[in-house]
């Protein structure tokens, strides 16, 4: 019991340590596409800009992906990045897609996520109510009812453990 207890402990641990390292490479990530903003509407203008290219360093864009094709991106004076940017068409689906920017000296390709949604990010709706599904609710509209299921749960509950508990004891069923 021990032994297992150490192992379960041990993984848990080092899948911890093991996420926070990849987060840490990610979150600071030099020479990575950054798209902004990351979750654009269709029809919405994005900007895309990478320093991956170096100073006075030129990209060719690519966001076939989500249907916008290619676009440029040129050298800027901010922290020496390239940047272009595209309009993400008005028949866009809802979803993530892979914007991709390939350095044109170095040809190094770095990528990053544009999430295309159907409702602006200001205003972002969240879902409220019950789904009718016919099954019923954890907690239904009738309080009484409510109060009458839990009470049965506690007392199968009890039931249950008393059972157990004969039967480790030896007295039988």
């Given amino acids: 019991m021990r032994r297992t207890v150490r ?3 041990g993984t848990a641990f080092a899948v911890t340590a093991l996420s926070g390292a990849v987060a840490h490479a990610h979150a600071g990530d030099p020479g990575g596409l950054e798209v902004y903003p990351s979750m ?3 029809g919405g203008q994005v900007t895309v800009n990478t320093d991956a290219c170096g100073e006075g360093g030129t990209a060719a864009g690519e966001a076939g ?13 901010h922290e020496d990045d390239a940047i272009g940017q595209f309009t993400v068409p008005p028949g866009a689906q ?24 159907l409702v602006p990010s200001r205003r972002q709706v969240h879902p409220r109510g019950s789904v009718k599904t016919g099954v019923g609710g954890a907690l239904g509209p009738d309080p009484v009812q ?5 009470a049965a749960l506690a007392v199968a509950a009890a039931g249950g ?3 157990l508990h004969r039967r480790a004891r030896g007295d039988g069923i």
Avoid: H, N, Q
């Fill in 40 to 42: 654009a509407v269709p």
């Fill in 7 to 9: 192992l379960l402990t």
């Fill in 65 to 77: 992906a989500v249907g916008a094709g290619r676009f440029s991106l040129a050298p800027t004076t």
């Fill in 146 to 150: 409510t109060a009458a299921g839990v």
């Fill in 94 to 117: 809802p979803g993530t897609y892979e914007i991709v920017a390939t350095c044109a000296a170095s040809g190094r390709r770095v990528t990053g996520d544009l999430i295309v949604t």
């Fill in 161 to 163: 453990t008393w059972l």
